[in-house]
């Protein structure tokens, strides 16, 4: 089974700081992990995935996030938020051995983010 | 860009009312899910759906959900008789493999 905890539950920033929101998972067997974002009143978007290959992976609006197995980390930053970034962010991970496994996420983390 | 579509967007139902939440999935995905998300707390794993059966289930899936796939676009899930901690926003998704996409969700209100 797997397990997500994501650290802090709310970060407050003013804009163009920069931010981490940090997430640990456990797992006994081999993940796959992701980042959603929900904005307020709306459904979850997939920020961005690691599946394999490099440990970093980036989205299309600057965020990041690096996969650290030893730490079994996938922590998300972006050096550079916008008011628009505020919203819920939800670490999910699931089992990498077999197709279409249910996703775990975390109790999700709230950015608020301020001028 | 192909998306997963929800309906109703809100639903309200009074205690012990049978609800059908629908949902229509990516066109060429093969599994599809579905998620709930009661106010304030984290999104929790329903079932997951592959071949025409039930390939997973969490131990929030009693004997009062059931979910089907009645034609070759829609994905439903049904409450037979609905409780106040029903309540909640519950999503559907779909993926190919597991990249799964969501859809804009329902909130269910039993009252």
């Known amino acids: 089974a797997q397990s997500v905890t994501q650290l802090d539950s709310q970060v407050p920033v003013f804009e163009e700081a920069p931010v981490e929101l940090r997430c640990n998972y456990s797992s006994s067997v081999s993940v796959y992990l992701f980042w959603y974002v929900q904005y307020p009143n709306q459904g979850l978007q997939l920020l961005l995935k690691y599946l394999s290959g490099s440990t970093l992976v980036e989205s299309i609006n600057g965020f990041e996030a690096e996969f650290n197995k030893s730490q079994t980390s996938f922590h998300l930053r972006k050096p550079s938020v916008h008011i628009s970034d505020t919203a819920e962010y939800f670490c999910a991970v699931s089992a990498s051995n077999q197709a279409g496994t249910a996703l775990i996420f975390g109790k999700g983390t709230t950015l608020s983010v301020s001028s | 860009e192909p998306e997963v579509t929800q309906t109703p967007s809100h639903q309200v139902t009074q205690m012990g009312q049978e609800v059908i939440l629908r949902c229509v999935p990516i066109?060429?995905?093969?599994?599809f899910y579905w998620y709930r998300q009661i106010l304030g707390q984290k999104v929790e794993f329903l079932v997951s759906?592959?071949?025409?059966?039930?390939?997973?289930k969490s131990e929030i899936f009693d004997d009062q959900f059931s979910v089907e796939r009645p034609d070759g676009s829609n994905f439903t899930l049904k409450i037979r008789s609905t409780k106040l901690e029903d309540s909640a926003m519950y999503f559907c998704?779909?993926?190919?493999?597991?990249?799964?996409?969501f859809g804009p969700g329902t909130r269910l209100t039993v009252l």
């Open positions: 066109s060429n995905h093969l599994y």
């Open positions: 759906f592959y071949n025409n059966e039930i390939s997973e």
């Open positions: 998704a779909s993926s190919v493999k597991n990249e799964q996409f």
